[in-house]
């Protein structure tokens, strides 16, 4: 899954507008214009289609955050140069405020079983002897789940 993709995702299921996305933005204290939004939310295959990069969508997340849980007292988390999955998950997981046990519940409204071992292996630091990797299938599932509880009668289905 790329950048774009998970930016598509979260803007459809917590419905948020251009407008709203650009905010989302500035409580992480980063200026994008609608016309940038419109553009990462362009499929690839769109000649005005923008790759999003791993700064801004760093950003995006942690504005995410911010305007889930309120903004945090003291300095702003710094963007992370790089993203992997378990970094998303991570960040979306702190956004939502849930616990294990509501990603499992996640997870189970859309038939993908995890256990409460497994799941914390995505959330350990990667030197740890039982750090997993979250692949894309994990985090598509996660991303369809949310959908599903915030969003019970939507048809959409994203095509990657």
Request: with cysteine; proline share 2%; charged share 30%.
């Amino acid at each position: 899954m790329t950048n774009n993709d998970i930016l598509r995702r979260i803007r459809y299921t917590f419905d948020f507008n251009d407008k709203e996305m650009v905010d989302i933005f500035a409580l992480a204290n980063t200026s994008v214009t609608e016309e940038q939004i419109i553009s990462w939310l362009k499929k690839e295959e769109d000649e005005n289609y923008i790759k999003l990069n791993n700064t801004d969508f760093s950003m995006y997340l942690n504005g995410l955050i911010n305007l889930k849980r309120g903004t945090r007292e003291g300095e702003q988390p710094k963007p992370e140069y790089f993203l992997n999955n378990n970094m998303i998950f991570q960040k979306l997981r702190i956004a939502l405020n849930l616990k294990a046990e509501d990603i499992i519940d996640i997870l189970e409204l859309v038939d993908f079983k995890i256990s409460k071992h497994e799941l914390s292996a995505f959330f350990r630091k990667p030197d740890n002897k039982h750090f997993r990797e979250c692949k894309d299938q994990i985090l598509r599932n996660f991303l369809m789940g949310i959908q599903r509880q915030l969003r019970p009668n939507s048809t959409h289905v994203f095509q990657e």
